[in-house]
């Protein structure tokens, strides 16, 4: 959880790339056989295959899919398959290759302490972890082993979560971490341990079961403890103290689990528990998670979002289990509220006998807790209904008052398109006229200085505000900002796939000026694709695109280049399927057999094409 100051410097980037071999870093995720050319080949990792079309190039130092156009270096491959950012691969791999990291804005001797102390705790949790999970097999463990087992959880999914025991003893993680040469201020730092009265060192953890709490790059970072014992008399739970590892509003329980399937179905499924996290996965629903003693909140959506990579274009599915008790609905209401900071499709599954993912398995297999998964519900549909069921409906009184209530849950529906259908759903529930109903949530729209929902007469596709105008002006800032970086993958992509004539001028102008591989950034740059435009208006965005923000916060990287451009092409794709299927559906597939073979075949690779388009624009995967 650390943060450096500054950048990386180039010329350390660099040096990573130059030693560190990609055939050992990915050969730890896939199995590669010889292809020919000195190639090697395998199953891609970022999508279901039984023929592999993975290729890696050792001579180059890269990797490419041909099935799911996904590739890059070693350092694209480390943030995809665990899902880092650029600074966090390439710290990862500077690690392994044993390079000290300089940054910008922070000398070597700063940088070298914070790093190192964060890797001292992360080995004193690492340490910690296999401590405890050993401690579980002994004698003295055995009602947390039987607490697993009432629980459906044998001893291969205790080992595979880590589980373990915190022994009957005030010092024995201590004594144990101190002989492998840490000091108590680390262990104290970490969280692992504290002063006692008599100012002696005593184990946070005691008589307790444990899980190990991990962060997106499977790091233990923390714990949470399980009371056990009557005669404890601490909390239920027990979690590890806010370090600088260990920030509660930031950790997903089973994150290093759920992230790869998270970001391959586009679906994360929050429980409320541990044991709930385990229930779902075993269960065969493996994008569960689950918050670790606070409520789920907007940084917890920060951490879904670098998975689901969620936008105003393309989002992703939240799913949240709740109990069916007066609790489980205000907090699903809660959610709901939480819902509006993120356009993911939200939803809310609710268990019709008020048993949790674990008791539900229990109680009635697997099935069921894929089934609860599955009968899911738009979380703005519950949120309706919920507020709905507190009013007399058969009275004008109670259908004013539910009106009133409800018209600012529609108006702060943030996907605009679907307030219009929320609207006339509301409008039937109540039994009033659909006009009343769109009055009041223009009203509670004004009232929360809201958009409104335009007139249809006066929405309109611009340049400027269309889905498909921000994302080729973004393509075309980073060509112009970030050259280098955006560099082989955005000069495959030609003016035809711009929708707008003066975005495809400044790309034929950037062709011109030799493409953005073979330029350097900076103002001779910009200076020569605008020498290249043909007509003033092109001239002047490319002037405008130059200084123009990067819709994202920091410095742009490859998977912000690859999202981008994937949703780029992802548009002109679209648009010729639904060319192709207007014309198929208007052929006679007899009188016209070849023809509509032909069609029909461009359709099917388009397609496929376009579902790969999606998986990439998704989140690179």
Known sequence: MYVVAGRIRDEDIALVRERTSIVDVISEQVTLKPAGGGNLKGLCPFHDEKTPSFTVAPGRNVYFCHGCGVGGDAIKFVMDIDHLTFVEAVERLAARAGIQLRYVEAGPAPVRQQQGQKQRLIAAHAAAAAFYAEQLGTPAARPAREFLAQRGFDKASAEKYGCGFAPDSWDALTKHLRQKGFTPQELITAGLARQARSGSLIDRFRRRLLWPIRELSGDVIGFGARKLFEDDDGPKYLNTPETPLYKKSHVLYGIEHAKRE????????????????????????????????????????????????????????????????????????????????????????????????????????????????ARREPMIAFALRSVLSRYDLDTAEGRVGALRSTAPLVAKIKDRALRPEYARKLAGDLGMEIEVVQRAVATAARGAGLPEEPPPARRTESTADSPQGIVEREALKLALQAPVLAGPMFDALGAEVYRYPVHAAVRAAIEEAGGAAGAVSGVVWVERVRDACADLAAKALVGELAVEPLHLDGEPDPRYVQVTLARLELGSVTARIRELKSKVQRLNPVSNKDEYLALAGELFSLEQHARALREQAAGGL
């Open 262 to 373: 998270i970001a391959r179905q586009g679906r994360a499924v929050i429980v409320e528990g541990y044991t709930d996290v385990m229930a779902c996965h075993l269960a065969g629903v493996p994008t569960a998670v689950a918050t670790c003693g606070t409520a789920f909140g907007s940084d917890h959506i920060g951490v879904l979002r670098r998975l689901l990579m969620d936008t105003d274009a393309f989002g992703g599915e939240i799913i949240f289990t709740f109990d069916g008790d007066a609790a489980g609905q205000k907090a699903a209401l809660r959610a709901f509220e939480d819902d509006q900071r993120f356009v993911a499709q939200t939803y809310i599954a609710v268990s019709p006998d008020n048993m949790d993912p674990c008791e539900l398995r229990l109680a009635k297999g697997d099935a069921a807790v894929r089934d609860l998964v």
